[in-house]
């Protein structure tokens, strides 16, 4: 028994029509007939009473179609979990400063480079990034820290320089408006040692793109990538407050040192800086 001889009986049952089934199923009419014909030589019986203007079920034909209908389901059905089980895919994790500073970039090359492979990208906490990389429920991760583990193998995806930006609203005393971002204890170790009054912020969170948004809609003075501070000064949204020296963040990609999945370890030394 051809699966299709089904498929081909339960669309000719929705459309009532040999010639609407062809054309549904991207075959000749002769060809919906002559599966048809074949199904009844096997269930010897008549499963169509043929009408000038309409195709009914016979009695044989009602009681067949849940059955066909469930067959067709359960196979499609265990098509679709073999295919997600043999699938090439890879699964990315990042946290919140990570996600938004790498990330899109990594997903367009992995869109690019690897077009066949699915890709699945989520935001963590660096407990939880660190937990399902070991558990190996991601593939590969991405921090602005470090994943201290013997198990895991980082490289320094990017290191940017950061600047003290203020965009309008607040005076360059004033650090009522001041946004910190999570840029780690070293870089806020650093801006309270050179501008202390900074200790008290108004908005605390580790989120640059929630960091611009409140910065851009009330103004205020905050530590920004200095690429991202050059985009914002050019386009007339904020001025350089002061620039930052020796004060970077890393971007690290982590992946575990031993990878299983056939084919994984290519598309994870390729997202690796040369």
């Given at each position: 028994m051809d699966i299709r001889f089904l498929t081909t009986f339960i669309e000719v049952v929705n459309?009532?029509?040999?010639?609407?089934?062809?054309?549904?199923?991207?075959?000749?009419?002769?060809?919906?007939?002559?599966?048809?014909?074949?199904?009844?030589?096997y269930f010897h019986t008549t499963l169509f009473i043929r009408q000038r203007n309409s195709i009914q079920l016979t009695q044989a034909g009602e009681k067949l179609l849940p059955y066909a209908k469930q067959l067709c389901d359960t196979l499609n059905?265990?098509?679709?979990?073999?295919?997600?089980?043999?699938?090439?895919?890879?699964?990315?994790?990042?946290?919140?400063?990570?996600s938004e500073l790498t990330l899109p970039g990594a997903l367009t090359h992995l869109h690019n480079a690897f077009p066949d492979?699915?890709?699945k990208a989520?935001?963590?906490?660096?407990?939880?990034?660190?937990?399902?990389?070991?558990?190996?429920?991601?593939?590969?991760?991405?921090?602005?820290?470090?994943?201290?583990?013997?198990?895991?193998?980082?490289?320094?995806?990017?290191?940017k320089q950061l600047s003290l930006c203020q965009f309008a609203g607040n005076g360059k005393g004033d650090a009522n408006g001041f946004v910190t971002i999570d840029?780690?204890?070293?870089?806020?170790?650093?801006v309270l040692t050179q501008?202390?009054?900074?200790?008290?912020?108004?908005?605390?969170?580790?989120?640059?793109?929630?960091?611009?948004s409140t910065l851009q809609?009330?103004?205020?003075?905050?530590?920004?990538?200095?690429?991202?501070?050059?985009?914002?000064v050019e386009s007339s949204s904020a001025t350089f407050f002061e620039s930052l020296n020796d004060c970077f963040v890393n971007v690290y990609m982590h992946s575990m040192k031993?990878?299983?999945?056939?084919?994984?370890?290519?598309?994870?030394?390729?997202?690796?800086?040369?």
């Open positions: 459309t009532r029509h040999f010639g609407k089934a062809a054309e549904n199923l991207y075959l000749t009419q002769s060809a919906v007939s002559a599966r048809i014909k074949l199904l009844e030589e059905e265990a098509k679709q979990e073999l295919q997600v089980q043999s699938a090439e895919y890879v699964v990315c994790g990042a946290t919140q400063l990570a492979w699915s890709v989520e935001v963590l906490t660096l407990d939880n990034l660190s937990r399902q990389l070991h558990e190996r429920v991601i593939d590969v991760a991405f921090s602005t820290e470090v994943l201290k583990s013997e198990e895991v193998v980082s490289h320094v995806m990017e290191r840029w780690g204890a070293k870089v806020r170790d650093k501008f202390p009054d900074f200790r008290d912020a108004k908005l605390r969170t580790n989120s640059l793109s929630l960091a611009l809609s009330e103004g205020g003075i905050a530590v920004l990538p200095h690429e991202t501070a050059e985009r914002l031993s990878v299983r999945r056939v084919g994984l370890s290519e598309v994870i030394d390729s997202l690796a800086p040369a």
